[in-house]
């Protein structure tokens, strides 16, 4: 790993490569949103497509679902999120720069103006992006329209942070007031979606405890600064897994989950040293947690949440069952024993783990004189595990071949195979470098008019050797 590296050389690689771009770009972006081009979306699938496979695929005790991102809005107003799902924000009375008050450097200076003893009391901002399910809005016309609109912004200056649309122009003469019942929230969390599908997983299933639910997916959050590419995002991907347990048996599934997160950033190829579980104290621990750990990692940016640990006890069951008066008990089978599971929850974030890939995997050397920029990716992970060439593209010999070779990797590596005959063979071993190629694979006259066997190239040392095509 890289000591040097800065942020701006992996965002500068992820998007020079077609990694990631800024969402929107060509519109000026959209704050907090970011794109996945052709090698950023392999990267992230092979990253989810690891965790699935190791997480439920491989392991006999856990369920996979995929919950609707949509939900009943009852969910989020027992799960506490409609009340309690904020960050303190502050307003700069200077610049009006709006600020998250817990994470800046100094908590009396303005990072956009400067100024100082600027900021009022911060209010607490509740960060679920708020929609509205249906057609389900009142039209006001005419003169009723004044009055209704100094109503809207009665509420809105109270700091309520509510979907109303305030229009900005007295010239419309009509505004659109959604009706309350038909609000929804983009999940700020895929966690929700576990816990109302415990049951029916329960009764279809009737799995033994210990036992757990996946899920993997999209979770929204308006984050008040978006900021360090797409470490703190607006729209991001989780992969969360809810395990429950007897509430007797926290304990050991909590260090059973500690041990797995670990096997999971060795597997991401994350070095040992640069991972630190943070024992996160009661006061700093989300309101249903008796226990979390915060695994950090050292970006480039400091040392960072990368995910979490939480032991959730039966919080979210017991919330389900007095909201929506359904028994969330589990009976022992065979017994008469009956209880509402505990239940322990890793909790990985998509986009934080690719970073820590792409941070990992950076690397620097020296190669004939120039330096060279490449990414020493785990083979499992890497998005192209063979890229094929002819040594000269207007040799239609070399040509022809390189293609049978081609056709021939691409079958056994599905989706993972490139073709690149673009510029002289030293660019290409460079742009698959910085992709994080393995194996370049060179098709020249020794194939067509001597043994058959090809030149393999080893990214990492550049090594090249004669091979048959058989034997990659
Ligand atoms: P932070 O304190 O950094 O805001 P959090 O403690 O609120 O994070 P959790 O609610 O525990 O985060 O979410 C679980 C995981 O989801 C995080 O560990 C992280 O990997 C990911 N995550 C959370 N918020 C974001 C975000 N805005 N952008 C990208 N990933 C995120």
Redesign the pocket.
Known sequence: MNEDLKLEDIVSLAKRRGFIYQGSDVYGGLS?TWDYGPLGVSLKRNIMNLWWRMFVDERDDMYGVDAAILMNQKVWQASGHVDTFT?PLVECSNCKGRFRADKLDDPNKCPTCGKEGTFGEPIQFNMMFQTVVGPNFKSVKGENYDKIKADVKFISKSGNSTNVVVPETDQLDAAMFFSKSATSYLR??TAQGIFTNYKNVVDNFYPDLPFGIAQQGK?F?N?IS?RDF?????????M?IEYFVHPEKWEEAFEHWVEKCKEWFNALGLPADKVHELEVPEDDR?HYSKR?I??EFDYPIGR?????L?YRTDFDLMNIQDNAKKSMEYQVKGTNEKFVPHVIEP???????LMAVLVSAYREDEQNGEKRIYLALPEHLAPVKYAVSPLLKNKPELVEKAREVYKKLAKENPGRVMWDDNGNIGKRYRRQDEIGTPYCVVIDFETIEGDGTVTVRSRDTTEQIRKSVDQI
């Open positions: 907090g960050d700020p969390e979770a959050r984050e978006p797409v470490f703190r995002s607006r729209e991001f991907e989780q969360e989300a979390t915060d695994f960072e949440e990368l995910m979490g939480a909790s990985f974030g998509v986009e934080r783990a």
